[in-house]
């Protein structure tokens, strides 16, 4: 074999060699580019279900006091002959609705962000249950109160939304710690830095509030 014929050999040799690590790089160029993409996406979702489960807690915290708009306004005309237990109770309803009053302007995109706003969030719904809890009291003072069909009313009511703001409370931690999980990991946080996506914080009771075991004013309506 002359040395033209080795010589066209090798630079065949080589030209492949050279396709195939052109084709291995494109490969591994489209596996990662898929997997940025995959890891982007999810936190970017998992950010959004934040924002999105934090809007419908505030909404059930919204229902809530409606509750005490609507039908606390039924109960507290059916107390007309109590003028002690009519007084008490227009009271709670403006303590709850001063509450409430706290949570309008608040930007649930920013909640999971701002550990000022979580306070004031639910120091607010804190006292939307201390209000409620004020009604109770007036059922224990005057027990006929209490057996009327729009106190009977009422207590399903707030039942039903203390059933769901416990729910909706516990999906939104739950779409935090997956968010969060989604930014653990050296190559996750090279994402996570390049995008600017940051770790959300639970919230933490300030002194005195104790969210995370509110009363149960489920069993407390529902008794005797």
């Known amino acids: 074999m002359s040395s033209a014929e080795n010589h066209d050999g090798s630079s065949g040799q080589k030209s492949y060699t050279g396709w195939y690590a052109a084709g291995g790089f494109a490969v591994v160029a489209v596996i990662i580019g898929l997997w940025w993409t995959s890891t982007y996406n999810t936190q970017v979702n998992g950010r959004q279900d934040v924002y999105s489960q934090g ?27 109590e003028s002690g237990a009519q007084i008490a109770i227009a009271k709670a309803r403006s303590e709850a609705t001063a509450a409430f009053d706290l949570t309008k ?20 719904m804190a006292a ?16 006929t ?41 050296f190559f996750s946080s090279v994402v996570a830095n390049h995008y600017g996506f940051k770790t959300l914080e639970y919230y933490e009771p300030p002194a005195g509030v104790d969210i995370n075991t509110p009363p149960d004013l489920t069993r407390i309506l529902k008794r005797g």
């Not at 302007?105 to 639910?122: C, G, H, M, T, Y």
């Not at 409620?132 to 224990?140: F, N």
């Open 145 to 185: 109160i209490g057996a009327t069909a729009a106190f009977l009313k009422f207590q399903d009511e707030v039942s039903g939304s203390e059933n769901r703001i416990n729910v909706e409370y516990a999906r939104w931690q739950n779409t935090i710690n997956a968010y969060n999980k989604s930014l653990i990991g």
């Open 105 to 124: 302007n608040i930007d649930v995109s920013k909640l999971a962000e701002s550990k000022e706003l979580q306070e004031q969030f639910f120091k607010a």
């Open 55 to 81: 809007a419908k807690a505030k909404l059930v915290v919204t229902r809530r006091n409606n509750v005490f708009v609507t039908q606390g306004a039924v109960v507290e005309a059916a107390a007309a002959n």
């Open 128 to 143: 939307q249950q201390s209000a409620m809890l004020k009604i109770v009291a007036v059922r224990e003072a005057y027990p």
